[in-house]
């Protein structure tokens, strides 16, 4: 079998891995499966990156691209069909930002306080420093009964959303705010939500739990790296200047994420800037050079 393009670096218990996942289903894709570690340290996924630890990060070739939202453009860039664009009169990137800003952090709270005598003591560690925080079980339990009752009301909105008849939120087809959608939902029954009482919405689910994961070949994380190293990154687009945040080409920049970006900072050198996008260029010697892809929501850029 040959090796696939389109490599995922992630975990099973990952909400936005699901995300990515699930997409994948949606395109029939046949794509790469390295397992990352839940929990630091995460030497591959780092050394590949350059110190971003979240997942999942997909690689193509050379190319490394971090964060879901700007994962689904590629994988939708490199499989057209079937499309994941917005329907006209689609609220598909309002969804996908109302998602990620608001409804993610409460399914995290409903999971960890429905859950918190069971999860391990690592994986709250773990959290708390990407949080800069701290997470106590007994704070998190605490809280549960009122994050619980306001994510319902929130899945209320949603059922009242699909009651045109709709078969997804953008319409006939999926954009990529239902997959957004789909994975945190996911998440919350992981954390014991049950979602019979919004028939349309457990309907909406199952369509898109239908559409599978795709076609996925296991991969160590050292052949995904020595196909890194082995490649040259993809041609770029020329950056939009000037750019509203005065940063040039050329530029050593920091790169970190606004939320849970604790200890994630990527360091590098500034190849380009779009409007939606940035690139840094870096090298080690287990990768060789590789360009490094963030989206330009939800990520602070600075020059250092």
């Not at 499309?83 to 930002?97: I, R, W, Y």
């Amino acid at each position: 079998m040959t090796t696939p393009t389109l490599i995922l670096h992630h975990y099973k218990e990952s909400p936005y891995a699901e995300k990515v996942r699930t997409l994948m289903g949606f395109k029939g894709a046949h794509w790469g499966s390295v397992n990352v570690p839940r929990i630091a340290p995460k030497p591959d996924l780092t050394a590949l990156t350059g110190g971003y630890r979240k997942v999942p990060v997909l690689q193509v070739g050379a190319d490394v691209y971090c964060d879901t939202r700007l994962i689904a453009e590629v994988i939708d860039q490199a499989l057209p069909t079937p499309s994941l664009q917005s329907a006209p009169g689609s609220f598909g990137p309002l969804l996908e930002n109302w998602v990620d800003q608001v409804l993610f952090g409460k399914a995290v709270g409903l999971m960890f306080g429905k859950l918190a005598d069971m999860l391990p003591d690592a994986l709250l560690a773990d959290r708390a420093a990407l949080r800069g925080a701290p997470l106590e079980r007994e704070a998190l339990k605490a809280a549960a009964p009122l994050v619980e009752q306001e994510f319902k009301l929130h899945m209320a909105w949603l059922e009242q959303a699909l009651g045109d008849g709709r078969a997804f939120f953008n319409g006939a087809t999926p954009d990529a705010g239902d997959f957004t959608l789909y994975s945190t939902v996911w998440f919350a029954r992981v954390g014991q939500l049950d979602v019979s009482p919004w028939p349309r919405l457990a309907a909406w689910l199952g369509r898109m739990a239908g559409f599978g994961h795709g076609d996925a070949t296991r991969m160590e994380a050292e052949q995904a790296l020595d196909i890194a190293r082995d490649a040259s990154p993809l041609p770029l687009l020329p950056s939009d200047l000037p750019d509203g945040s005065g940063l040039q080409p050329g530029q050593q920049v920091a790169v970190t994420p606004e939320s849970l970006g604790h200890g994630t900072t990527v360091t590098g050198e500034l190849v380009a800037i779009q409007a939606r996008r940035l690139t840094l260029r870096l090298q080690s010697e287990r990768c060789g050079t590789v360009h490094v892809h963030f989206p330009r929501l939800g990520y602070q850029v600075r020059a250092v």
